[in-house]
């Protein structure tokens, strides 16, 4: 079962949340796994005007959801505490910064349109045989 363990409040608005799921698999082997997630609103202010931002809803949703699950094999039971506080700290030092860039929400909103018209182009429906 995942537990938040930590929210980050960031300056541009959005909240980072940890995620705790580690679990026993074997003996005193444990699998660390953190979930990273940060939800962002699909808002009127990331687009140049009022009908792209209807079709982006439309498309998307009212929000968008950054999700990054990181796994490590084979902790002891007493470095489990530990393994998950690296995870966030190494998360914290290497990407924070990117995600409280002002400019992050509309380049991941912008990733995620990109990435469902991608996904319908390449769609290509069967045609009945009559």
């Known amino acids: ?6 929210e980050l409040p960031l300056a ?22 953190v979930t990273i997630s940060c939800e962002v609103p699909v808002s009127v202010e990331l687009f140049d005007d009022l009908p792209s931002h209807r079709a982006a ?3 998307l949703g009212a929000s968008v959801q950054y999700r990054k ?18 995870v966030i700290q190494h998360f914290v030092e ?27 182009k390449a769609f290509v429906p069967l045609r009945a045989n009559g």
């Open 12 to 33: 541009n608005g959005l909240t980072v949340r940890f995620f705790d799921a580690t679990r026993r698999y074997f003996g005193d082997y444990h699998q660390v796994r």
């Open 69 to 86: 699950e990181i796994e490590q094999q084979g902790v002891a039971g007493l470095l489990t505490a530990e393994t998950v506080e690296k």
């Open 57 to 59: 809803v439309a498309l």
């Open 1 to 6: 079962m995942k537990k938040l363990i930590r």
């Open 94 to 120: 290497q990407s924070l910064g990117y995600f409280q860039s002002e400019a992050f929400p509309r380049k991941l909103v912008q990733s995620e349109l990109n990435r469902i018209k991608a996904k319908a």
